[in-house]
């Protein structure tokens, strides 16, 4: 139920790299975006995250599988509340209604790493394709209404007030 520790086996210029090199130039690859917005749970005291959603189906080596519909993390460090939700669907979108059990907060921090295209990723020629995209939500109360774009990663950041 409580991960401690990710590792990434390669760093560099490898299948599931966080960079590329080549020369005098370097790209970062989504997998370095998503451990650079899950920085935020380090250190960080882990909370219980209940996450619903209808279960996708996975057909894998000549079975039928399910996988969740969301996975969710959350932590707590300084008064700052960070909520991290991947969405895997390959091309549907989920709307999921998030709600916070104690403290409030008037405005969310979120960042997004998402692409139209499941297929899509950085290249040297354009480095940018894939990069996580910064945005606020204002609130009122400890609801809010979140559309998760297919096969994204999202993190939520609030002071708790």
């Keep these: 139920d409580k991960l401690y520790m990710t590792n990434i ?12 090199t080549s020369e005098d130039r370097m790209v970062p690859t989504p997998t370095y975006h998503v451990f650079d917005t899950y920085r935020a749970h380090k250190g960080a005291t882990s909370l219980r995250v209940e996450a619903e959603a209808d279960p996708i189906p996975l057909a894998f080596g000549g079975n039928n ?7 969710a993390s ?8 960070t909520l991290s939700v991947t969405s895997p ?5 989920l709307d999921a209604t998030l709600r ?8 969310l921090a ?10 899509a990723h950085n290249t040297f020629e354009m480095p940018g394709v894939i990069r996580p995209r910064n945005s606020f939500l204002t609130l009122s109360g400890r609801d809010w209404q979140y559309t998760f774009p297919p096969h994204s990663v999202t993190v939520f950041r609030a002071s708790l007030g």
């Design 9 to 20: 086996a390669q760093l560099v210029n490898v299948l599931q790299a966080l960079v590329l």
């Design 89 to 93: 669907h390959a091309t549907s979108p």
């Design 100 to 107: 916070l059990r104690d403290g409030q907060f008037n405005e």
């Design 110 to 119: 979120v960042t997004e790493l998402s692409h139209k295209y499941l297929q």
């Design 74 to 81: 959350a932590s707590l460090k300084d008064r700052v509340l």
């Design 65 to 71: 599988q399910q996988i969740p519909g969301l996975s």
